[in-house]
Antibody, heavy 122, light 107 residues
Framework: QAQLVQSGAEVKKPGASVKVSCRPS????????IHWVRQAPGQGLEWVGW????????NSGQKFQGRVTMTRDLSISTVYMELKRLTSDDTAVYYC???????????????WGQGTVVTVSS | DIQMTQSPSSLSASVGDRVTITCRASQSINNYLNWYQQKPGKAPNVLIY???RLQGGVPSRFSGSGSGTDFSLTISSVQPEDFATYYCQQSYSGRYTFGQGTKLEIK
């Protein structure tokens, strides 16, 4: 089962915004960066960005800069990804995933949410 | 952003075959290269991290190699449950990127 729990499916009109939530299970909130990855229907994986839950710092891919905002709520151990000015090209499954590393080794994604389907349609 | 180029984009194999998928980075990423398997309707699952380290619970028929810009994932003897799509991903830069994927199909 998913170790990160995401919010449910969304249907939005072009030009609107969507906000997806992700809550890691256990007591490790703040210990690991959370990344967002999306997958359009029949397409590959596309990295969106990351948030450091401890500090709130974030970064995103060039194509999303200015349109994506990642935030967190420490009181409920939840992170959010908001994407603005939606177009039909944003129709995709959005995953949150945990960035983990063994001591002295590079990072990789070891836990994933169940995915949130975002549909943009007029 | 660092570009990751996988080849081939699709691959047909029979059970028992040995298959290799390659991944090339647009600049050196040392060993900051991971491989994921994804089955339809499911989230990806890490197979190999740090270019050659096998994730716990992953069968030993999977192996990874490479460093710098050129990497490969090898399945020594393909099993029925291995038919899926495979992605490489770099974690070297602050902006991660994935390869476009390789779909492994039954011949």
């Amino acid at each position: 089962q998913a170790q990160l729990v995401q919010s449910g499916a969304e249907v939005k009109k072009p030009g609107a915004s969507v906000k997806v939530s992700c809550r890691p299970s256990g007591n490790t909130f703040g210990d690991f960066y959370i990344h967002w990855v999306r997958q359009a229907p029949g397409q590959g994986l596309e990295w969106v960005g990351w948030i450091n839950p401890k500090t709130g710092g974030s970064n995103s891919g060039q194509k999303f800069q200015g349109r994506v905002t990642m935030t967190r709520d420490l009181s409920i151990s939840t992170v959010y990804m908001e994407l603005k000015r939606l177009t039909s090209d944003d129709t995709a499954v959005y995953y949150c995933t945990r960035d983990y590393s063994e001591p002295g080794h590079p990072q990789y994604f070891d836990q994933w949410g169940q995915g949130t389907v975002v549909t943009v349609s007029s | 952003d660092i570009q990751m180029t996988q080849s081939p984009s699709s691959l047909s194999a029979s059970v028992g075959d040995r298959v290799t998928i390659t991944c090339r980075a647009s600049q050196s990423i040392n060993n900051y290269l991971n491989w994921y398997q994804q089955k339809p309707g499911k989230a990806p699952n890490v197979l190999i991290y740090a270019a050659s380290r096998l994730q716990g619970g992953v069968p030993s028929r999977f192996s990874g190699s490479g460093s710098g810009t050129d990497f490969s994932l090898t399945i020594s003897s393909v099993q029925p449950e291995d038919f899926a799509t495979y992605y490489c991903q770099q974690s070297y830069s602050g902006r991660y990127t994935f390869g476009q994927g390789t779909k492994l199909e039954i011949k």
